[in-house]
């Protein structure tokens, strides 16, 4: 089984279910399993690059690291905490430290379900699936194609421009106000040929006979197989059993709202 082959709508519904399930429990532990799974699956079936993953990924650890470390030193102190250090105004309990930890794990196993989505899904297949399984109007669907196609159009445009100015000797912004009249200079360009972009693409899917109905046929089809099922049924079970083995340990608490 490859996670490229998996229905991307299945596994958009897999990924939401399994955070909003992890997001009902507030332990280290539940994270901390489902962290070690979905990577685990990630590289074993994903075909996936570490230096990709990573790349992705590091964000999410700066994020978790801020969390726990401002948890930790600046804990909502309660009766009966052990206070494990203090110096002046920064005290560090051992359940500070828990509800710290299990914040930080919290945020990286709903990154590493995300990316496991991201690296192992075509955008092109994914809204054609949600155009055949989840009945997107083919409307709004081409419409975030065409969008994310220019994307990387808009960007050598921009590099375009840049190289132009230099060429022309356009000095550098500096001041506030030369920062604003450059980007003027950017965007204005920009948003032209974004424009004309925009009516030529239009013009093209009306010549082709694009009309926007939902009966349509596909020249792709993208269809739901025993496989798809077989994922989702896999990695909602691991979700809870994360959260079983977290009640094992003595760990497993639910989320009240408080930190």
């Not at 948890?71 to 494990?84: A, E, S």
């Not at 025993?226 to 896999?234: A, E, T």
């Amino acid at each position: 089984m490859s996670l490229h082959e998996v229905n991307p709508s299945i596994k958009a519904f897999t990924v939401v279910v399994s955070i909003l399930i992890l997001s009902v429990f507030f332990d280290p532990i539940t994270p901390l399993v489902t962290i070690l799974w979905s990577v685990t699956v990630t590289f074993l079936f994903g075909r996936v690059s570490f230096k990709k993953w990573l790349l992705l990924f590091t964000p999410f650890l700066f994020i978790a690291v801020i969390y726990v470390w401002s948890t930790m030193l600046f804990p909502r102190l309660q009766v009966g905490d052990h206070i494990i250090w203090e110096w002046g105004i920064l005290t560090v309990t051992a359940e500070g430290f828990q509800r710290g930890v299990s914040l930080g794990l919290r945020v990286l196993s709903f990154a590493t379900l995300s990316i496991m989505f991201t690296l192992t899904t075509k955008p092109t297949d994914f809204l054609l699936s949600l155009m055949q399984q989840c009945k997107l109007p083919p409307k709004l669907a081409y419409g975030i194609m065409a969008g994310y196609r220019f994307l990387p159009l808009i960007r050598e445009e921009f590099l375009t421009l840049k190289n132009a100015h230099r060429v022309r000797g356009v000095a550098g912004a500096r001041t506030i106000p030369e920062k604003i009249q450059q980007l003027k200079r950017y965007v204005i360009p920009l948003l032209a040929g974004a424009i004309r972009k925009a009516e030529r693409t239009a013009l093209a899917m009306e010549s082709k006979g694009f009309t926007g109905a939902k009966n349509r046929i596909f020249y792709r089809e993208i269809t739901v197989s025993r496989i798809d099922w077989i994922f989702l049924l896999l990695m909602i079970s691991a979700v809870i059993l994360s959260a079983f083995i977290s009640w094992k340990l003595g760990y497993l608490q639910f989320y009240n709202g408080e930190l």
